[in-house]
């Protein structure tokens, strides 16, 4: 499985580690896509920092064409099952775990972002551990911080491999000026990268009901 990992360092920034390698203009926001999220909360985030997040990666999202439906699939002893939480499926349903610890090994990474080889997957981690006391706080609150985390790992999961970018929310590594960009709500997809998610989620769509169209013929 591939892996996408972010890291903040000290000097308060973030930076994506193990890597394979402008705002949507009107036509991205036409004929929107509507993609669920279920969010699993195993590390209990305050409710408030939890809708703040969501909050600012819709804003992100909407700005990209994208349109998000969050499943609240609640904390450990306290999950939600009948939402339909579990039925994560590539490119409309994507799930997004909040964990504690150092399941990395490492006390600087904030997620992970899971991949197979087609360059698919349905499934990140956030690490709130590190986030917590990261120093890029000094510049953006932590809902903020947390939904911009939550927009990468999405982001890297609907781009496929090779989603790093020069400039924007995919850049590889984000200094004190991104940032105060991210604090401001200004730090986006770019128009490619919009275009980029459009054409793989109508491409899987259509690949999808393909097959199943053929299962159906089949008789199967």
């Not at 360092?9 to 390698?21: N, Q, V």
């Not at 995919?170 to 054409?199: C, D, H, P, Y």
Request: charged residues 20%.
């Amino acid at each position: 499985m591939a892996r996408r990992i972010w890291m903040v360092s000290a000097a308060g920034t973030l930076t994506l580690l193990f890597a394979h390698g402008a705002a949507a203009g009107p036509d991205a926001r036409q004929n929107a896509i509507r993609l669920k999220v279920s969010v699993f909360n195993d590390a209990q985030v305050p409710q408030s920092v939890l809708r703040a997040a969501e909050t600012r990666a819709q804003a992100v999202f909407e700005k990209a064409g994208i349109s998000l439906a969050w499943l609240d699939c609640g904390t450990p002893g306290h999950w939600h099952t009948e939402l339909g939480c579990l039925d994560v499926a590539f490119p409309n349903h994507l799930s997004v775990r909040l964990v504690t610890g150092k399941q990395t090994g490492s006390h600087d990474i904030f997620g992970q972002s899971f991949l197979n080889e087609r360059g698919e997957g349905n499934y990140a981690n956030v690490y709130l551990t590190p986030l917590s006391s990261a120093k890029a706080l000094e510049v953006i609150r932590e809902g903020d911080l947390l939904g911009c985390i939550i927009v990468h790992e999405l982001g890297h999961l609907l781009l496929g491999k090779n989603s790093h970018s020069a400039e924007g929310l995919m850049r590889a590594k984000w200094e004190v000026w991104e940032l105060r960009e991210a604090a401001r709500g200004n730090l986006l997809f770019t128009k490619s990268e919009s275009e980029r998610m459009r054409v793989r989620y109508f491409s899987a769509v259509a690949r999808a009901e393909g097959a199943s169209s053929r299962v159906k013929a089949s008789g199967k």
